[in-house]
């Protein structure tokens, strides 16, 4: 039993107090006690009252988290022959074959795009329902009982709840036959379409888990279709001038020890368009000039590491140095 199905049938939510979970299980199961309650399918619904209560006080308790269970170590799947839940819902059967399989895609980026974050339309193929038979794989054939239409169950009206119980005279058999488009297996291979938000400042060779769009897995009590995640790997273009660091872009400015020295303007085509950097006089090697909001997603810095390029031959620079010096 899963454990969103054992809250809805206790009527509580997942986040109720551990309070709550036993006043309502002392209320429905003394209501639905076979000693107490005389109905007919009164048995049928105490137990699962008790296994749904047993998976909500595991889940509060931490043992088991949003996965299949059975609080008393059988399945009530098993007991109704997989041909359906008590409460109306899907038959049970096995996973999809396909339903483990892995979807792992790839997504190229371009460094501008890793800088300021990007959405991307991604299409790729993978196993969805098959819409001929719902998901199932199979039909449910008469199984010629009259009292239960041939279905192997009936249903059950217990105030605002509605039941299903086997069927006392066919015992519950069921005839079934596979679906020819899919078969029976459930599931067909579709194109899909998705769009994925890609953050700013992601690496390559990151994954992102892309939750739901995977391959087809099961079909919950309510009819809600369960898919397992993808997952996305990010290959980013490098660029050999620029690196991230702490949320910021890095290069080097290279320049003359004139330039350094007088100090001058210059062009820099960044990811965000051109800009101005300015070098201010009498900077020294290494120092580090910085641009607000340029680095990634618009906030941040780019941050520009100066290399001033010393000439070999120094004596040209100190006799003009002397000179004017002897001006002054």
Do not use: W
């Not at 170590?73 to 396909?98: L, V």
């Not at 483990?100 to 991307?120: A, P, Y």
């Amino acid at each position: 039993m899963k454990v969103d199905e054992a809250f809805e049938i206790l009527g509580l939510s997942k986040d109720c107090s551990d309070q709550e979970l036993r006043s309502k299980y002392r209320e429905l199961s003394k209501k639905y006690h076979p000693d107490v309650n005389k109905e007919k399918d009164a048995h049928d619904v105490f137990v699962r009252i008790n296994e749904a209560n047993q998976v909500a006080k595991d889940f509060k308790e931490g043992k088991i988290s949003d996965i299949e269970s059975s609080g008393f170590g059988f399945n009530i799947s098993d007991i109704f022959n997989n041909i359906g839940d008590m409460f109306g819902g899907p038959s049970r059967k096995s996973a999809p074959k396909h339903s483990k399989e892995v979807i792992s895609l790839t997504q190229d980026i371009t460094f501008k795009e890793c800088v300021l974050g990007c959405r991307k339309v991604i299409k790729y193929k993978r196993y969805v329902p098959c819409n001929t038979c719902g998901g199932e794989g199979k039909f449910k054939e008469h199984n010629g009982c009259a009292d239960c239409n041939g279905q192997g169950m009936k249903t059950v009206n217990h105030g605002n709840a509605i039941f299903r119980s086997v069927c006392g005279k066919c015992g519950g058999k069921t005839k079934v036959k596979n679906c020819n488009d899919c078969n029976g297996d459930a599931t067909v291979q579709a194109e899909t379409e998705i769009t994925v938000t890609i953050p700013a400042g992601i690496e390559s060779g990151q994954v992102l888990g892309l939750r739901g769009a995977g391959n087809f897995h099961s079909t919950d009590m309510f009819g809600q279709k369960a898919y397992n995640d993808a997952h996305l790997n990010i290959k980013v273009e490098k660029n050999p001038n620029v690196k991230i660091v702490d949320g910021d872009l890095v290069s080097d400015i290279n320049t003359s020890l004139l330039n350094a020295l007088t100090g001058y303007s210059t062009k820099y085509d960044s990811v965000y368009g051109e800009i101005d950097v300015v070098i201010p006089p009498k900077s020294k090697n290494k120092d580090e000039l910085k641009i607000k909001n340029h680095g990634l997603s618009n906030s941040g810095y780019h941050r520009f590491i100066l290399n001033i390029d010393y000439p070999d031959d120094i004596a040209p620079l100190l006799e003009a140095l002397k000179e004017t010096q002897n001006k002054e």
